[in-house]
């Protein structure tokens, strides 16, 4: 017989997941500690016996904190709400100190219509000041394209980014990147490698900002939720003097075709590959779906993708100046051109990225936030 007492969490879908968070975003965003949150699947720390079988499991108190650097998704991960905190509360300073029991993440969040959504609770320590920083690639080809460093400059000041890929609308060929990176209509746009007072286009009128999260993804709640669409073109003066390709990753295939219809939880944990200007190439994996980042005078902010390291002991390298890069599903198998570069398919634009330490507040994690292709090819095509 089937015990309808338990849940089977299993089930639980992108929408799902947002109706939860929605409902109790009130609640979570009160809480002192919480720092951020996302949709994702659990994180089982490595100490748990759940980590490698799948129906045991430890006492929690036995384990410690859980972070981005002692967990990761197993196969048989529940589908949950990621929250984040600063602080991470013992159960014997819970017992010793019972008004901070209205302090505490719950372990479920229940729903009026009887769906239940557990959460995960993970400790960070953002760094508040400045990344460190790393000597850039040094790019060889006279050619400029996707993965290049591109510079502009404001109020006396250089500024660069990097550029994501060419993208073309059938008649005029642009190379994608962020809003921030190119800035107002009309400004010009410099090679940020080699002789840097070559011109490499203009900043071009259309461009993409912040959206009401329910306009970019009709159906799904957020009334108060902003979407970040960080998008910029340069409309490029001679195409001559471009590559097609990305460097260091390869060709640039169709973009994978994600929207209300097609986000599902198993994109979670998925490798993906780039080239930013300043950190050259990364290998990262999704860690979490529309990670609220952000409030502001009570609208909330979010990133469609949040992008970590691949695995613990591999840092991800992402500093000031990747701003602009594609993210590509980084898949082995993938066809190859005539030249023997893979073909692959583009799924995120970054646009800026946060530092967190591991509880020893030594260790250093990059992760890198992330807008999804198909809304921006699809926003920027509809404007």
């Known amino acids: 017989m089937i015990d309808l007492t338990k849940h089977d969490f299993t089930s639980l879908s992108v929408k799902d997941l947002l109706d939860a968070r929605e409902a109790y975003h009130v609640h979570l965003a009160h809480l002192q500690s919480v720092y951020a949150t996302a949709i994702g699947r659990y994180l089982i720390r490595d100490n748990d016996r759940n980590a ?101 400059m404001i109020q006396g000041k250089i500024h660069r980014g990097s550029i994501g890929c060419l993208v073309t609308n059938g008649e005029t060929v642009f190379a994608l ?92 944990n998925q490798p993906l590959i780039a080239f930013g200007a300043t950190s050259g190439l990364m290998k990262g994996k999704i860690l979490g779906l529309f990670y609220r980042y952000k409030t502001v005078g009570g609208m909330e902010y979010v990133s469609d993708f949040v992008i970590g390291p691949r695995d613990g002991d591999t840092p991800l390298n992402n500093y000031p100046g990747d701003s602009g890069t594609v993210w590509f599903v980084d898949d082995p198998d993938a066809r190859r051109n005539a030249s023997g570069a893979r073909i692959l398919s583009p799924l995120a634009l970054e646009w800026g990225g946060q530092e967190l330490f591991g509880s020893s507040g030594k260790v250093p994690m990059q992760v890198a936030l992330g807008i999804c292709m198909a809304t921006l090819c699809r926003e920027l095509d509809s404007n």
């Open 177 to 268: 990147s962020n809003r921030h990176v190119v800035g107002a209509a009309g400004r010009e746009i410099f090679a940020g490698f080699k002789n840097t007072d070559r011109r490499l286009g203009v900043s071009d009128a259309l461009q993409l900002g912040k959206r009401a999260f329910s306009e970019v993804y009709p159906g799904w709640p957020g009334s108060r939720v902003v979407a970040n669409l960080d998008a910029g073109l340069i409309r490029v003066d001679d195409v001559k003097g471009w590559t097609a390709q990305v460097y260091g990753v390869g060709q640039v295939g169709d973009v994978v075709d994600l929207n209300v219809g097609t986000f599902r939880l198993d994109i979670i």
């Open 52 to 152: 490698t079988e799948r129906k045991a499991h430890s006492k929690p108190q036995a384990l410690g904190p859980r972070t981005l650097f002692n967990s990761s998704v197993k196969d048989w991960s529940w589908p949950c709400i990621l929250v984040f905190v600063r602080d991470w509360m013992k159960r014997s300073e819970l017992k010793n100190h019972p008004e901070k029991q209205d302090q505490l993440v719950p372990p479920f969040l229940y729903l009026p219509d009887g769906r239940v959504v557990p959460t995960c609770v993970v400790k960070v320590d953002p760094n508040e000041g400045s990344p460190g920083t790393i000597d850039p690639p040094v790019f060889k080809s006279d050619l400029v394209g996707g993965g290049f460093p591109a510079q502009t």
